[in-house]
């Protein structure tokens, strides 16, 4: 739409759910080289405007309380994009997170690590932690957007919207979720 249609998103805040710990902004793996190639290049972004955590930061918890700080001086967030963990983990908020967590270091579940295991050449190059914002602050956007790709997690999305809510499928807080009128959404 940026191209064809001339959608201007120079003002759109950005801010993304995760980073792996251990990647500079710009190592091939990294969530910002991915972000950078396939989205913000494309499109009138001002990259003053982008917020994406520093894998590479030498004090996880103060990166954390920073980026908490610049979501919450932004206002709520409008429109949050989710994927669905194998496990129904959302935003690396491993089974077991709280509920109520804002942005923290995480450490990655081993289902997750087996399951991102195809996006490196080996199972041992995963990262095992990542810098996540949390299922607090993803609750309280506007508006979510989950995408489930995939057959295999059917199973996942009915858990999800039926089951009871609990911290051992992050992704049931989404029933938590109000919206920008109050109403669940």
């Not at 949050?80 to 804002?102: K, T």
């Not at 790709?149 to 992704?171: H, M, W």
């Amino acid at each position: 739409m940026h191209t064809e249609e001339g959608l201007w998103v120079s003002r759109v805040r950005n801010f993304n759910l995760d980073e792996y710990i251990g990647y500079n902004p710009v190592h091939s793996s990294s969530y910002s080289s991915f972000m950078w190639e396939n989205l913000f290049s494309h499109i009138n972004v001002d990259p003053s405007n982008v917020y994406i955590p520093r894998g590479d930061t030498p004090d996880p918890g103060e990166l954390c309380h920073w980026y908490g700080d610049k979501i919450e001086q932004s206002g709520r967030i409008d429109i949050q994009l989710l994927g669905i963990g194998g496990d129904g983990h959302i935003g690396f908020n491993e089974p077991g997170s709280s509920l109520g967590s804002r942005t923290s270091k995480v450490a990655l579940d081993p289902g997750t690590i087996e399951d991102n295991s195809r996006f490196f050449e080996r199972q041992e190059d995963v990262p095992r932690f990542a810098i996540a914002m949390g299922v607090g602050t993803i609750v309280e956007a506007d508006r979510i957007l989950l995408i489930a790709n995939g057959k295999k997690k059917d199973g996942l999305c009915t858990r999800f919207i039926e089951e009871p809510v609990t911290s051992q499928v992050t992704a049931t807080a989404l029933q938590l979720h109000k919206g920008r009128d109050g109403d669940p959404g």
